[in-house]
């Protein structure tokens, strides 16, 4: 379904990590980084090469999001009280085209977007198309009926690589769930370790 299918595999070679635990992501094969000169030493990171690498790698996680709007989910995030690192985590998964992604109704961060823009998805019983709307505690969000059996979604349902989150609800069988709570970083199941604090860092100084 989506036109970015092998976008995913270019963000896991260029981070060097399997970012979403996919079995068939390249870094599985091989860990060095693309291109002819992918398989010389890498250099020591300096610590603005740390900070940049943890953001490029939320930045790819969540559909490879451009400087512009995450740059403006982290400015949200820092007017909110408490910890920026964990607001920014919450925005984040609070965006609805995570939420379907997390739910497991599309395989990828990717196909989520696009089931999104093509009207796919209900929230509190009225069509919402665009990805970046946040869902709030107590949301409902399912699938428009006439979307329920098309093929990805099936599919995506029945892979195990993925566990939905605690802090959503889902019923598989009536295509609907509930976002119960905007999660903690310890909440949400990466598959590999984010450091939104270096995210933080990294805006402090540039």
Do not use: C
Not at 85 to 97: A, V
Not at 123 to 143: A, E, H, R, T, Y
């Amino acid at each position: 379904m989506s036109k970015r299918t092998a976008a995913k595999h270019k963000i896991d070679r260029r981070m060097g990590e399997n970012l979403w635990g996919r079995p068939k992501s390249p870094v599985n094969r091989r860990e060095y980084g693309p291109g002819e000169h992918g398989q010389r030493r890498k250099a020591k990171l300096s610590d603005f090469g740390i900070q940049l690498r943890a953001k490029q790698k939320l930045k790819g996680y969540y559909g490879d999001l451009t400087e512009k709007q995450f740059r403006r989910i982290f400015s949200e995030a820092e007017r909110l009280k408490g910890d920026t690192g964990e607001n920014l985590i919450g925005l984040l998964e609070r965006r609805l085209d995570a939420v379907v992604y997390r739910l497991k109704f599309v395989p990828t961060i990717f196909s989520a977007r696009q089931f999104v823009n093509h009207g796919h998805i209900l929230v509190n019983g009225n069509v919402v198309n665009i990805p970046s709307f946040k869902v709030n505690d107590g949301d409902k969000i399912q699938l428009n009926e006439k979307s329920r059996q098309i093929p990805i979604v099936l599919e995506a349902i029945s892979l195990p690589e993925r566990d939905v989150p605690d802090y959503l609800e889902v019923d598989h069988v009536n295509f609907s769930a509930k976002f119960i709570r905007t999660p903690s970083l310890d909440d949400v199941p990466y598959a590999v370790i984010m450091e939104p604090n270096l995210v933080v860092e990294f805006y402090a100084k540039n």
